[in-house]
């Protein structure tokens, strides 16, 4: 089955090439500039354009190489993920066993220590069990440290609103960039109004 940007089995090779032309012409084509390609009139590319169904098929087309840009996005993304999962898989596996060989260490020594009946150096066996945790949780792919994110906004007053703001309460901006109030225009008064519950 053909596509639809394809030769239709109905279309001579006449009327496929004059569609090649239009088609090639990119997102900026017009029939005026094909006809001109092609030697023959607008008119007639017009009703080529009508008979075969010309902007579908541009359309299909599109969605065509989309598609298929798409597929090798996606293919190259597979790709890239699996080697990167081959070179990381086997550091892994090594902190791993680094890990379990770093735990098995403070056992035996901590079992030295307790037969021993001397005061254990717990500042070396839990140095060794930190960098042992965290070669587990590498080799989890898990974090090794948490950070604390702040995330700060800074809000923003849009020129209409700052102006009605400033009018509002009668500020004015003097030239420095300081702020001076006016009094109140005549006739109107401006009262301070305090919620009371």
């Excluded at 790709?79 to 999962?85: F, I, L, S, Y």
Aim: glycine fraction near 4%.
């Amino acid at each position: 089955m053909t596509n639809t940007f394809e030769q239709q089995p109905r279309e001579s090779t006449k009327a496929f090439a004059a569609f090649k032309i239009y088609l090639d012409l990119g997102p900026n084509r017009s029939l005026v500039v094909a006809a001109a390609k092609m030697g023959c009139s607008k008119r007639r590319m017009e009703w080529l354009s009508r008979k075969y169904d010309w902007p579908a098929r541009v359309a299909a087309r599109d969605a065509h190489v989309a598609d298929l840009e798409r597929q090798a996005i996606e293919r190259l993304a597979v790709e890239k993920a699996v080697e990167w999962w081959q070179l990381h898989e086997p550091a892994r596996r090594q902190a791993w066993l680094e890990a379990e060989e770093a735990i098995a260490m403070v056992r035996e020594a901590r079992e030295r220590w307790r037969k021993s009946g001397r005061t254990p150096g717990f500042e070396g066996m839990a140095r060794m069990l930190d960098l042992a945790f965290k070669l587990k949780q590498f080799a989890a792919g898990m974090p090794s440290e948490i950070k604390e994110v702040h995330n700060l906004h800074a809000g923003k007053v849009s020129v209409e609103w700052e102006e009605a703001i400033r009018k509002a309460y009668q500020v004015e901006v003097l030239p420095d960039g300081h702020q001076a109030n006016q009094p109140a225009p005549k006739g109107e008064t401006i009262v301070d109004a305090e919620v009371v519950s």
